[in-house]
């Protein structure tokens, strides 16, 4: 558990309250729960409103983006049930299906980015999660391919939204010291639903000889469980700290309190144009979409095609599915894993850059060993170690969170960077050509070059925000007449934290430091879902689960 705000600080040398910035124009909503001075809040009480937020917040961030990612993972599990033969997918055609979806995405980020700042968050969500359940659904009744390019498309549109409004959730409801690991925690849904997914896949696969294929039913029945979630999520989610009846107005009081510290404020529904051009003149924020580019060029490809490269070493398609347990279960150790080091350490892109090394080797082993019998397993290995890219997507996500501020400069920069995360991942899945299996040593080669380009963009990124967070503390230690140390930090009251001013404009704002280890050791095992436990756990399941088939036909195929 995080410690409280340190929001007020007993010595011989005052809290630093830094001039009153330009562009002050506070959300009125807002203002009436906080008031000029920090309320401080001991840590006792401060562990009670983290829990009672998760049981609102995280649950419903987390069941959410299991959805997304299950819904938009249906067609990597079709791919090998027989889609591609039922709806008469030819050549490219399968990789269109795959890039489609990200052009809906591209063009519903910005018009649903200044919606996210106009609407309330959670009735806005859920609806878009409605809308996306009838449109998988409706996928059951694509037998071509212009069919399928409809419904992908329109999947793509209704879930532009997602991820930049757990973006907003996160900086509204929880600490700068609490987002990294949290952020991992939803985003590493993507390794729960490859394991989940890969079972439903697998038992769907058994339904042969009806009037519906296997892959049709897979879509109905994702489609309508996801209809359900977005009523519930419409009734149980709040807006906001301010605006949710759940919680009495005390609890609310201390729940916007509690984020002061964080100097991204909570809401501003008025539109500044010149936050705006700040956010497109930032090279910081040019780093964050270059980010978003290289890292999505190589997440987006392997997750369209993995089940094409896994049945590729040799293995079947009801082996394959099972697989993807062990694969989900390794994508949630790294995501966690990474968070859970970039959080103790309080090097976020240090992370970054040592979690490229895993996939570079695994990449040159698929690059190098062609596939056999005997070569079959170690390439598997090699192509788990390229999941460790998974989790740069997480901690990219988690800076943005923690390190962009005013509420229109922050949803540029979210309209901004996802439009760059949508045409990554529409661009990735035509880097496997059809003309380059079963190998695809082509897009192999264009990975190597994206991990290059990732490390460069990530060390120019450090270099900006170090000395960017150097010459505010310059600044209010000049003030201040202290050395310019971390502990400056500590002089600072927050008074502007609810100003809605940006990063840039804002004296007190700077890189968060690094979290309690406490905080993580409780938070990890002590929430339901429990992510590590589960990877661990799943990791022997698995294993039970395919080695049978893998034994059985040992003879024949090892």
Not at 39 to 49: A, M, S, Y
Request: with cysteine.
């Amino acid at each position: 558990m995080a410690n409280a705000p340190q929001v007020t600080h007993e010595d011989d040398i005052g809290s630093y309250t830094a001039p009153v910035p330009k562009n002050v124009q506070k959300d009125e909503e807002t203002a009436a729960y906080v008031g000029q001075s920090a309320v401080p809040i001991d840590e006792k009480t401060n562990k009670e409103l983290f829990w009672t937020i998760n049981r609102r917040i995280l649950a419903c961030i987390v069941g959410t983006y299991f959805c997304q990612s299950l819904d938009k993972g249906t067609l990597g599990f079709a791919s090998i049930m027989g889609i591609r033969t039922d709806a008469h997918l030819v050549g490219q055609q399968f990789s269109w299906l795959g890039t489609i979806l990200y052009m809906g995405v591209l063009v519903g980020e910005y018009p649903t980015n200044l919606l996210l700042q106009k609407l309330p968050v959670a009735k806005y969500l859920a609806t878009n999660v409605f809308l996306w359940g009838i449109v998988i659904a409706c996928s059951a009744a694509a037998k071509d391919f212009k069919a399928m390019m409809v419904v992908r498309f329109l999947l793509g549109l209704f879930e532009s939204c997602v991820q930049p409004a757990f973006i907003i959730m996160t900086t509204m409801w929880y600490t700068k010291s609490e987002q990294t690991v949290l952020t991992s925690l939803w985003y590493c849904m993507v390794g729960v639903q490859l394991m989940v997914g890969g079972i439903i896949a697998w038992g769907a696969s058994h339904f042969v000889g009806h009037a519906i294929y296997s892959w049709q039913l897979l879509f109905l029945a994702l489609g309508l469980l996801t209809c359900v979630w977005g009523l519930f999520i419409g009734w149980w989610l709040p807006d906001s700290p301010m605006s949710a009846k759940c919680f009495t107005e005390d609890q609310k009081r201390l729940m916007v309190e509690r984020v002061r510290s964080n100097e991204t404020g909570i809401q501003n529904k008025t539109y500044k144009v010149h936050q705006t051009f700040e956010a497109i003149k930032d090279p910081v924020i040019w780093c964050y979409v270059m980010l978003q580019i290289t890292s999505t060029l190589v997440i987006g490809g392997l997750g369209v095609f993995s089940n094409i490269i896994i049945s590729s070493f040799g293995f079947t398609v009801l082996q394959t599915q099972l697989l993807n347990i062990a694969q989900g279960a390794v994508t949630i150790m790294v995501m966690v894993g990474g968070a859970t080091l970039a959080q103790t350490t309080g090097q976020t892109l240090l992370v970054m850059h040592v979690w490229t090394i895993p996939p570079i080797i695994g990449t040159a082993i698929i690059y190098s060993i062609p596939p056999s019998p005997s070569t079959r397993i170690g390439l598997l290995i090699a192509f788990y170690c390229t999941q460790f890219f998974l989790a740069e997507g997480n901690l990219v996500f988690s800076l943005i969170s923690r390190n962009v501020a005013g509420q229109t400069k922050k949803s540029t920069t979210l309209a901004i960077t996802f439009v760059a995360w949508a045409a990554g991942n529409m661009t990735a899945p035509q880097i496997f050509q059809a003309g380059d299996a079963p190998r695809y040593k082509k897009g192999f080669t264009a990975h190597f070059c994206l991990y290059v380009l990732f490390n460069i963009f990530a060390a120019v990124l450090r270099v900006l925000l170090t000395r960017r967070n150097k010459e505010k503390r310059q600044a209010a230690a000049n003030a201040l007449a202290i050395e310019a140390t971390e502990q400056v930090d500590e002089k600072i009251s927050h008074p502007h934290a609810f100003e809605d001013l940006t990063d840039k404009e804002n004296p007190d704002f700077s890189k968060p430091k690094m979290a309690k280890a406490h905080f993580i050791r409780e938070l990890i095992p002590a929430h339901g879902l429990c992510m590590l436990s589960l990877a661990h756990l799943s990791l022997p399941f698995s294993t039970a689960l395919i080695l049978p088939s893998v034994c059985g036909y040992a003879g024949r195929m090892l």
